[in-house]
């Protein structure tokens, strides 16, 4: 089974094809890998008139396995076993330095740093500030190490399809294991004032400080802790265990320790909970007092669900998405609580609808291809098959409009190129080797706040017209560099001109508040009008497609600011019989 994990995905369909394994279009590498070892163990011949004693049985199979083995080996070369221990210890290593577990993802850090010191790719120039006081202790290195592992297990069996429910009890049977050890630290939280009591806000007094405190206990036991809990919570919902799934989210809300960012999630699903499934059924097939008692006790989960609004809403850490879907839950509970309308209950931060940008119908030939799979293809213009985008490109080019299908590049590119100093502005605990396209903590919640004076400072200078020279300057430095979320490929020069300051720091206002969650969802097209100087974003839409909320909050950004949106719908059509 070892030997047969460092098969690539090719390697392995190859060898079991070899073996007159069949149905292997579509399968993952761990059915591929099953499948082979499970014919690698059965006989091909079995004899009805030899008996075969156990161990028999047993040395056959080895020789099979043997086989196996031997058959890996002349794809992979010799292999050699590394003793356990030896493993544990530079996988330990591995965590200390690069401050990533080895078995996160496939982009090695160390296969990176090696790639640098050889020169095929190279990192932006910045001072590393290595922090030495990350981990408390040994001991807390070997217990933050073996919880992310475990949190790393349940995130494997929580991809499993819901029907799998035997995945599912095993990842709630590994949170049941956890669960005391999270209800002591809870305690142990509350208990504890300074640090862990402190929040972030957006005052911006003391912040930055702060800010470091709670990027730093990431690395802590109990920031793996809160993420086997939260995965538990998944276990939970997809069990219909509505109950323990309620307790379970209840516990994270009371901390504000740890994944700040997820709250708004946690609201969301509590709401739900309290709306639809723990609420009483079947009112109307109720007669006398246990329709009373039934109404009653439904109206008080509905109540239940709208208190849980309030408090989210008054919650600073949960951001612009689950603020929108948190206000229309509010909106529809009133309802149907029959409340009247000085009854609705008021706040600043109610965010009921999205402005909408106005839609262009174009049209196209699609290529039908049964056989093919992911986006569709349609005819262009030199009769070579492009993309729905391609293709809403060519026709707003024929509006008299440039421009580049960029979707998310565009505006990330931007936004690095604008703050690259900041960015790699050194933080404790957050550029702690030369090998590092992004701080560490970029994408986390600390990342505005211990920056926010510095931010704060550079959005001033992007109102105030100096948006360009920056660009330019910061694209000279590090031209080639690997950064995050910069395409070098991108030319923005034009767009600049026509996009104004103002509306830029909107945009880089939101993404360094919210760099996780908004780094995606931005419009496909960037467009310009070098005769009327304005400058366009346009979500491409093909049949059947629908905007996400991610796209729609982008859309209701760009127009709130000032900026032209349109939604682009491609139908399947002669463009000629629409003129």
């Known amino acids: 089974e070892e030997a047969l994990q460092l098969l690539t995905l090719p390697e392995l369909k190859a060898l079991a094809k070899a073996r007159g394994i069949k149905q292997l279009t579509n399968k993952p590498k761990e059915a591929i890998c099953a499948a082979i070892l499970k014919g690698a163990k059965q006989r091909t011949v079995i004899s009805f008139f030899r008996k075969t004693s156990?161990?028999?049985?047993?040395?056959?199979?080895?020789?099979?396995?043997?086989?196996?083995?031997?058959?890996?080996?002349?794809?992979?070369?010799?292999?050699?076993?590394?003793?356990?221990?030896?493993?544990?210890?530079?996988?330990?290593?591995?965590?200390?330095?690069?401050?990533?577990?080895?078995?996160?993802?496939?982009?090695?850090?160390?296969?990176?740093?090696?790639?640098?010191?050889i020169g095929q790719i190279r990192f932006p120039k910045y001072n590393v500030t290595r922090s030495h006081d990350l981990f408390a202790s040994r001991d807390d290195v070997i217990q933050y190490r073996a919880l992310l592992e475990v949190g790393s297990q349940m995130g494997e069996l929580g991809s499993a399809l819901v029907k799998e429910t035997e995945k599912h009890k095993q990842g709630w049977e590994m949170f049941l294991e956890y669960r005391d050890k999270w209800e002591r630290h809870i305690e142990s939280l509350c208990e504890k004032a300074g640090a862990y009591s402190r929040s972030l806000t957006y005052s911006g007094n003391g912040d930055e400080v702060v800010a470091i405190e709670y990027w730093k206990r990431r690395?802590?036991?109990?920031?793996?802790?809160?993420?086997?809990?939260?995965?538990?919570?998944?276990?939970?919902?997809?069990?219909?265990?509505?109950?323990?799934?309620?307790?379970?989210?209840?516990?994270?809300?009371?901390?504000?320790?740890?994944?700040?960012?997820?709250?708004?999630?946690?609201?969301?699903r509590l709401i739900l909970l309290h709306s639809a499934h723990l609420r009483p059924k079947r009112i109307k097939s109720s007669k006398g007092d246990d329709k009373q008692t039934a109404s009653a006790l439904l109206r008080q989960a509905l109540l239940t669900a709208r208190d849980i609004c309030i408090r989210a809403l008054n919650d600073q850490h949960v951001g612009r998405l689950s603020l929108h879907s948190i206000s229309r839950q509010m909106r529809a509970l009133e309802a149907k609580l029959s409340f009247a309308e000085d009854q609705l209950y008021q706040h600043s931060r109610i965010?009921?609808?999205?402005?909408?940008?106005?839609?262009?119908?174009?049209?196209?030939?699609?290529?039908?291809?049964?056989?093919?799979?992911?986006?569709?293809?349609?005819?262009?213009?030199?009769?070579?098959?492009?993309?729905?985008?391609?293709?809403?490109?060519?026709?707003?080019?024929?509006?008299?409009?440039?421009?580049?299908?960029?979707?998310?590049?565009?505006?990330?590119?931007?936004?690095?190129?604008?703050?690259?100093?900041?960015?790699?502005?050194?933080?404790?605990?957050?550029?702690?080797?030369?090998?590092?396209?992004?701080?560490?903590?970029?994408?986390?919640?600390?990342?505005?706040?211990?920056?926010?004076?510095?931010?704060?400072?550079?959005?001033?200078?992007?109102?105030?017209?100096?948006?360009?020279?920056?660009?330019?300057?910061?694209?000279?430095?590090?031209y080639g560099a690997e950064c995050v979320g910069v395409s070098w490929d991108i030319t923005c020069d034009q767009l600049l001109i026509y996009i104004g300051g103002h509306a830029l720091a909107a945009i880089c206002q939101v993404l360094a508040r919210e760099y996780r969650s908004k780094s995606s969802g931005f419009p496909d097209l960037c467009l310009w009008n070098s005769v009327t100087e304005k400058v366009m974003f346009v979500e491409v839409k093909g049949p059947k497609d629908k905007l996400s909320d991610s796209q729609r909050d982008w859309i209701d950004i760009l127009l709130t600011n000032g900026l032209s949106v349109e939604v682009c719908l491609v139908r399947e059509g002669d463009a000629r019989d629409h003129e």
Not at 107 to 115: G, I, Q, T
Not at 387 to 412: F, I
Request: one cysteine or more; a negative charge.
């Open 219 to 268: 690395f802590t036991p109990g920031s793996a802790l809160a993420q086997i809990v939260e995965r538990g919570a998944k276990f939970a919902a997809n069990l219909k265990q509505f109950e323990d799934e309620e307790c379970v989210l209840q516990s994270l809300l009371a901390q504000t320790a740890y994944r700040l960012g997820k709250r708004g999630d946690w609201y969301e």
């Open 351 to 478: 965010s009921l609808e999205w402005k909408s940008a106005p839609e262009r119908t174009v049209y196209g030939v699609r290529i039908n291809d049964r056989n093919r799979r992911g986006p569709s293809l349609w005819d262009g213009n030199d009769e070579v098959p492009c993309s729905v985008e391609r293709l809403a490109l060519w026709r707003y080019q024929s509006l008299g409009y440039a421009g580049l299908h960029s979707e998310n590049s565009m505006v990330t590119s931007l936004f690095s190129l604008l703050f690259w100093d900041v960015i790699f502005h050194p933080l404790p605990g957050t550029l702690d080797t030369e090998y590092q396209s992004r701080p560490l903590d970029m994408g986390n919640e600390s990342f505005y706040f211990s920056r926010q004076t510095l931010i704060d400072q550079r959005l001033k200078e992007i109102v105030d017209g100096e948006f360009a020279d920056i660009i330019l300057a910061n694209y000279d430095f590090g």
């Open 54 to 117: 156990d161990s028999g049985s047993e040395d056959s199979t080895k020789q099979r396995l043997d086989v196996l083995v031997r058959e890996v080996t002349k794809l992979t070369g010799p292999l050699v076993r590394l003793s356990p221990l030896t493993a544990e210890l530079f996988e330990r290593l591995h965590l200390v330095f690069f401050r990533t577990p080895t078995f996160r993802g496939d982009d090695n850090p160390m296969k990176v740093a090696v790639l640098a010191t």
